[in-house]
T-cell receptor, first 111, second 116 residues
Framework: GQQVMQIPQYQHVQEGEDFTTYCNSS?????IQWYKQRPGGHPVFLIQ?????EVKKQKRLTFQFGEAKKNSSLHITATQTTDVGTYFC???????????FGTGTRLKVLA | DAGVIQSPRHEVTEMGQEVTLRCKPI?????LFWYRQTMMRGLELLIY????????DSGMPEDRFSAKMPNASFSTLKIQPSEPRDSAVYFC??????????????FGPGTRLTVT
C-alpha cells in the first residue's frame, strides 16, 4: 500500500538555526498537505501544495513540492521556541479524499 | 464555531470492556475521518465517511472496531472488546469537499484511551 516517509524522525536545533524535514511518497500524489502538532495537542493544518515544483512561503516557513509530485519539504528559517512540535506531511492520491500521513518529524528547539 | 468536538477526552477502561468514542464534526462539513495515534505506528487513518457513508474502512484493525455516522453531526467509534494494545489517542477530523479543493482537515482534541 501507499507509504509516506519523513526524515529525520527527530531534530534538535539551537534557537536561531534552520530546520528542514523531508517527505517521500511511494506513489505520485495529487496534492500534499503539511500539519503541525504541538506536544499534547492535535494536528493543525499549515498549507497545501498542488502543482509540480510548487513553492509556498509562510513567514519563516518554506514549503516545496517535488517536480515528480512524490516528495516535499518544509524548511524553517531561524527557528524559535514556538516552532517546537511534530511536523507531518499528508499525501493524497487522485480520486479519493483520503490522506496518508507521514511518519512525522519531531522538532525540539533549545533556547 | 466550536470546532470538532470529541468525547470523552480521557477514557480508562479494563480489558474486555466496550468503549465508545464520540465525535461531532464542524457544521457544514461532509467528510469525517477517524485516526489513531501511537508512538509506534504514528497517525493512522482508521475509516472515513463522505456524506455519512463509510467510504474506506481499510484501516480498521479488526472486527473489534466499528464506526457509524447516523447523521451529518455525529459519529461514533466503538471497540468491543477492548484490549491493552488499543491504548492510543483517537482523533476525529472533518472537512468539506464542497467549498474548496483544499480539503483542509480540522482535527478534534482527541480521546486518550488507556486499556488496562
Amino acid at each position: 500500500g501507499q507509504q509516506v516517509m519523513q526524515i529525520p524522525q527527530y531534530q534538535h536545533v539551537q534557537e536561531g538555526e534552520d530546520f528542514t524535514t523531508y517527505c517521500n511518497s511511494s506513489t505520485t500524489l495529487s496534492n500534499i498537505q503539511w500539519y503541525k502538532q504541538r506536544p499534547g495537542g492535535h494536528p493543525v493544518f499549515l498549507i497545501q501544495l498542488v502543482k509540480s515544483g510548487e513553492v509556498k512561503k509562510q513567514k519563516r516557513l518554506t514549503f516545496q513540492f517535488g517536480e515528480a509530485k512524490k516528495n516535499s519539504s518544509l524548511h524553517i528559517t531561524a527557528t524559535q521556541t514556538t516552532d517546537v512540535g511534530t511536523y507531518f506531511c499528508a499525501g493524497r492520491n487522485s480520486g479519493t479524499y483520503k490522506y496518508i500521513f507521514g511518519t512525522g518529524t519531531r522538532l525540539k528547539v533549545l533556547a | 464555531d466550536a470546532g470538532v468536538i470529541q468525547s470523552p477526552r480521557h477514557e480508562v477502561t479494563e480489558m474486555g470492556q466496550e468503549v465508545t468514542l464520540r465525535c461531532k464534526p464542524i457544521s457544514g462539513h461532509n467528510s469525517l475521518f477517524w485516526y489513531r495515534q501511537t508512538m509506534m505506528r504514528g497517525l493512522e487513518l482508521l475509516i472515513y465517511f463522505n456524506n455519512n457513508v463509510p467510504i474506506d474502512d481499510s484501516g480498521m484493525p479488526e472486527d473489534r472496531f466499528s464506526a457509524k455516522m447516523p447523521n451529518a453531526s455525529f459519529s461514533t467509534l466503538k471497540i468491543q472488546p477492548s484490549e491493552p494494545r488499543d491504548s492510543a489517542v483517537y482523533f476525529c477530523a472533518s472537512t468539506s469537499s464542497y467549498s474548496t479543493l483544499t480539503y483542509e482537515q480540522y482535527f478534534g482534541p482527541g480521546t486518550r484511551l488507556t486499556v488496562t
